[in-house]
């Protein structure tokens, strides 16, 4: 509702939109100890209140729509499935794949892969509920235990992309590691003197040609 007034009233918006608050926390800078706290409380109520709005602006998103020939703001409520459980490959896939040749065919085409999206992030939601624990305890692991230890699903559910190029990197690594290992270790033996070593050699060629 602020958002939709705040075009209207800048007034408004400054009562509404936290603005910032210079308090300099050093009691030899006040005319007394009790101004001193006044100041501190005054500050410490408008951090509350900005981590507040702060916290639920993020949960309010806008887009720019055309209604009646005229190019305005429309505001919405964020669905927590698309903050928490939609995936950045989904994202870059409506990206990537929705058509630009007409308004229609975009807008149907971008309707369309969100809701499928939306159905992909409720299924994820739900994979990153699921528990090893049975039922009587899962409200203890809960309580107990840390959500990888018994929710398999949501160690890349919950970020797809940085977890996949975490394990892209661990395999790099594991690989380089095995590698080094191979060229510094295994060493082939020596062949014995007259040459008697390549003869079991040349035999498997000439019998597998």
Do not use: C
């Not at 501190?40 to 507040?52: D, F, G, Q, V, W």
């Not at 929705?98 to 892969?113: G, L």
């Not at 992030?121 to 018994?150: E, T, Y």
């Amino acid at each position: 509702l602020g958002l939709e007034l705040a075009p209207h009233s800048q007034e408004l918006v400054r009562e509404i939109v936290p603005q910032k608050y210079d308090f300099v926390d050093d009691p030899s800078l006040y005319t007394s100890e009790r101004d001193y706290q006044r100041h501190k409380y005054a500050y410490h109520k408008h951090e509350n209140y900005a981590h507040s709005y702060n916290f639920l602006r993020q949960f309010v998103k806008t887009i720019e729509v055309v209604l009646n020939g005229h190019l305005q703001n429309l505001h919405f409520q964020q669905p927590l499935t698309a903050m928490f459980y939609m995936q950045e490959t989904s994202k870059q896939r409506i990206l990537d794949k929705v058509p630009f040749r007409s308004p229609d065919v975009k807008n149907k085409a971008f309707i369309q892969m969100s809701q499928e999206v939306h159905e992909e992030s409720k299924l994820i939601r739900q994979l990153s509920k699921f528990s090893i624990v049975p039922q009587k305890q899962k409200k203890w692991a809960q309580m107990n235990l840390p959500d990888g230890a018994h929710r398999p699903f949501q160690i890349f559910l919950s970020n797809d992309a940085r977890r996949m190029q975490l394990l892209l990197q661990g395999s790099l690594i594991l690989s380089l590691a095995l590698a080094f290992h191979s060229g510094s270790f295994l060493v082939p033996q020596s062949a014995p003197a007259g040459g008697q070593g390549a003869a079991p050699v040349r035999r498997g060629v000439e019998w597998s040609s």
